[in-house]
């Protein structure tokens, strides 16, 4: 078998590899019956296999002429020999600390690469496997990622695979995987670890390209290889997440722009067909208002396909009212009358063309019972009805809820008994954040005896719903309906009732002001609704 590896231009060999005598290209492939092919990547010419030696072979691509150090012949069957040569790039300024990593590297990479490919069915017939590393600096990696992707930038690390078919030789090149000294020292710093720890996180993440995974292909795929980097992080015992995880739970927009392409994105069109985007603390700012940057990254997503539909506690006439200043209301819009959308907390549901899929309406007998609680303690209730709202009593927060919230003013019962007349979907305590935890929501719990969903979208406001009723199964109602797999939906929201819809899709993005709770059911975060936090996330996720 013969063992090549090809050497970057402009890199420094190893030295197990230096000082052999040179052989002409031409002359060696007519002598022997060795095949090159060009390949992808940096590295210009791939040895396949076709003789019975072994060998070391570097590229001179100037003069086209290789080193060959013969190894040894074919040997008995015996454990996979990995090969992890790693490589200063010639112009890296070198220091003690970046000496160190790439040593510490060259032991390492041997270690990732022995995980990495159990079960790869490539490495199955080989006999000897090969993953180059090479080191280098912003300026470097920068030129590559001109030459072979069109950008003009650096990033942190690049990867390069052989494409090599499996079995037809006993050694398997992986190719080679790039990494930036300085873009990962930066990171390091700002994830508060060592330079070695970035390095070999980014080490990791390369291979993984190298053997096939690709986050940028759907939400499964970003989830795999986000798995599979924390398997072999973890199993090494190295410190750190995944580079996906780590960039994931960073909010770019805020800070920085984000400088790895780890989340699910495409260049040519969305992995997505589906967006499902709550209103009130995510499309809407502090002000209730959609900015424009926000609006404009909608429309761009519905220019490129992605139907975008709006999840939200509102009642659809208030969610007209709030889009339509920035020219999200109507045909060809966000939200028309004939447009789907899941509204009062998943209690109305329509479907394409506008059909009422789902409408859930609450027992009377809660109805009343929450009237009378509202009267005696005077506290504010409302009930939502399609789209009047109902209150027990006149309050400055019914124009609050109108003005602010643009949902329509309320109707004041003269009697509880005009209850019977509509059909509420849902209840609205107002009251105090305090008030609600230490006193609304255990006594409401105790009254329902379980067989009423409480919920907050807001910190004031406590919702009682029907049982089993939530945003997340009004959603998951109307992706039956259209015959949608979750998996192909990104869902965006930042409230308590939130939770269940972002669980349930393929990508779930919480919003920077985010509960709690909603924060650590995401599987990615942004920036609040006052820095755009939806643009971010359609600009990260969505759009090309």
């Given at each position: 078998?013969?063992?090549?590896?090809?050497?970057?231009?402009?890199?420094?060999?190893?030295?197990?590899?230096?000082?052999?005598?040179?052989?002409?290209?031409?002359?060696?492939?007519?002598?022997?019956?060795?095949?090159?092919?060009?390949?992808?990547?940096?590295?210009?010419?791939?040895?396949?296999?076709?003789?019975?030696?072994?060998?070391?072979?570097v590229?001179?691509?100037?003069?086209?002429?290789?080193?060959?150090?013969?190894?040894?012949?074919?040997?008995?069957?015996?454990?996979?020999?990995?090969?992890?040569p790693?490589i200063?790039?010639e112009?890296?300024?070198?220091?003690?600390?970046?000496?160190?990593?790439?040593k510490e590297?060259?032991?390492?990479?041997?270690?990732?690469?022995?995980?990495?490919?159990?079960?790869?069915?490539?490495?199955?017939?080989?006999?000897?496997?090969?993953?180059?590393?090479?080191?280098?600096?912003?300026k470097?990696?920068?030129?590559?990622?001109?030459?072979?992707?069109?950008?003009?930038?650096?990033?942190?690390?690049?990867?390069?695979?052989?494409?090599?078919?499996?079995?037809?030789?006993?050694?398997?090149?992986?190719?080679?995987?790039?990494?930036?000294?300085?873009?990962?020292?930066?990171?390091?710093?700002?994830?508060?670890?060592?330079?070695?720890?970035?390095?070999?996180?980014?080490?990791?993440?390369?291979?993984?390209?190298?053997?096939?995974?690709?986050?940028?292909?759907?939400?499964?795929?970003?989830?795999?290889?986000?798995?599979?980097?924390?398997?072999?992080?973890?199993?090494?015992?190295?410190?750190?997440?995944?580079l996906?995880?780590?960039?994931?739970?960073?909010p770019?927009?805020?800070?920085?722009?984000?400088?790895?392409?780890?989340?699910?994105?495409?260049?040519?069109?969305?992995?997505?067909?589906?967006?499902?985007?709550d209103?009130?603390?995510?499309?809407?700012?502090?002000?209730?208002?959609?900015?424009?940057?926000?609006?404009?990254?909608?429309?761009?997503a519905?220019?490129?396909?992605?139907q975008?539909?709006?999840?939200?506690?509102?009642?659809?006439?208030?969610?007209?009212?709030?889009?339509?200043?920035?020219?999200?209301?109507?045909?060809?819009?966000?939200?028309?009358?004939?447009?789907?959308?899941?509204?009062?907390?998943?209690?109305?549901?329509?479907?394409?063309?506008?059909?009422?899929?789902?409408?859930?309406?609450?027992?009377?007998?809660?109805?009343?019972?929450?009237?009378?609680?509202?009267?005696?303690?005077?506290?504010?209730a409302?009930?939502?009805?399609?789209?009047?709202?109902?209150?027990?009593?006149?309050?400055?927060?019914l124009?609050?809820?109108?003005?602010?919230?643009?949902?329509?003013?309320?109707?004041?019962?003269?009697?509880?008994?005009?209850?019977?007349?509509?059909?509420?979907?849902?209840?609205?305590?107002?009251?105090?954040q305090?008030?609600?935890?230490?006193?609304?929501?255990?006594?409401?719990?105790?009254?329902?005896?379980?067989?009423?969903?409480?919920?907050?979208?807001?910190?004031?406001?406590?919702?009682?719903?029907?049982?089993?009723?939530?945003?997340?199964?009004?959603?998951?109602?109307?992706?039956q309906?259209?015959?949608?797999?979750?998996?192909?939906?990104m869902?965006i929201?930042?409230g308590?009732?939130?939770?269940?819809?972002?669980?349930?899709?393929?990508?779930?993005?919480?919003?920077?002001?985010?509960?709690?709770?909603?924060?650590?059911v995401?599987?990615v975060?942004?920036?609040?609704?006052?820095?755009?936090?939806?643009?971010?996330?359609?600009?990260?996720?969505?759009?090309?």
């Open positions: 078998m013969a063992l090549a590896r090809s050497v970057l231009p402009g890199t420094k060999a190893s030295s197990r590899i230096s000082g052999i005598g040179y052989f002409n290209l031409r002359q060696w492939q007519r002598s022997s019956s060795v095949a090159f092919t060009r390949s992808w990547a940096p590295i210009k010419w791939s040895l396949q296999q076709r003789c019975s030696a072994s060998g070391f072979l590229s001179d691509r100037k003069s086209s002429q290789f080193q060959v150090k013969c190894v040894s012949t074919v040997a008995p069957e015996k454990e996979l020999e990995i090969s992890t790693v200063a790039e112009s890296l300024a070198m220091t003690p600390e970046i000496q160190g990593a790439i590297l060259e032991k390492d990479a041997r270690l990732a690469v022995e995980l990495a490919i159990k079960g790869y069915e490539a490495a199955e017939s080989a006999e000897t496997t090969e993953l180059s590393v090479t080191i280098c600096d912003d470097y990696i920068q030129k590559l990622n001109k030459e072979w992707l069109g950008k003009d930038r650096p990033t942190d690390v690049l990867s390069f695979p052989q494409d090599q078919p499996a079995g037809e030789s006993p050694l398997l090149l992986l190719g080679d995987v790039v990494i930036s000294v300085e873009t990962a020292a930066r990171q390091a710093q700002e994830r508060n670890h060592s330079l070695l720890d970035e390095m070999r996180i980014l080490l990791v993440h390369g291979l993984l390209h190298v053997l096939g995974h690709d986050h940028e292909l759907g939400v499964k795929e970003s989830k795999a290889m986000a798995k599979k980097e924390m398997e072999i992080l973890s199993s090494l015992g190295w410190t750190g997440k995944g996906i995880s780590a960039s994931q739970s960073e770019a927009a805020d800070t920085k722009e984000s400088k790895t392409k780890s989340v699910p994105r495409k260049k040519k069109r969305s992995p997505f067909k589906i967006l499902f985007c209103m009130d603390g995510t499309l809407l700012n502090s002000r209730s208002q959609v900015s424009r940057k926000t609006a404009d990254a909608l429309k761009a519905l220019g490129i396909g992605v975008v539909i709006i999840a939200t506690g509102k009642t659809r006439q208030a969610t007209m009212k709030a889009l339509r200043p920035v020219g999200l209301e109507g045909q060809g819009g966000v939200l028309s009358s004939t447009t789907p959308g899941v509204f009062i907390q998943g209690l109305l549901v329509f479907g394409e063309g506008g059909a009422v899929v789902h409408r859930g309406v609450l027992p009377l007998d809660y109805c009343t019972k929450a009237f009378q609680y509202s009267l005696e303690h005077n506290i504010p409302v009930g939502f009805c399609g789209d009047r709202i109902v209150a027990s009593f006149d309050h400055p927060f124009d609050h809820l109108h003005e602010d919230y643009f949902e329509p003013r309320g109707e004041v019962l003269k009697s509880i008994d005009e209850l019977e007349k509509h059909k509420v979907q849902k209840l609205l305590f107002f009251e105090e305090e008030r609600i935890d230490r006193i609304l929501r255990p006594e409401w719990q105790s009254i329902t005896q379980g067989h009423a969903t409480l919920v907050q979208a807001q910190r004031d406001m406590l919702e009682i719903l029907p049982e089993g009723a939530s945003k997340g199964a009004g959603v998951k109602l109307l992706l309906h259209m015959d949608v797999d979750p998996d192909e939906v869902a929201g930042d308590e009732n939130d939770i269940e819809m972002l669980e349930m899709v393929g990508w779930g993005v919480a919003m920077g002001n985010g509960a709690p709770k909603t924060l650590e995401a599987d975060t942004v920036a609040t609704n006052d820095k755009d936090g939806v643009a971010e996330a359609l600009e990260r996720f969505i759009l090309p």
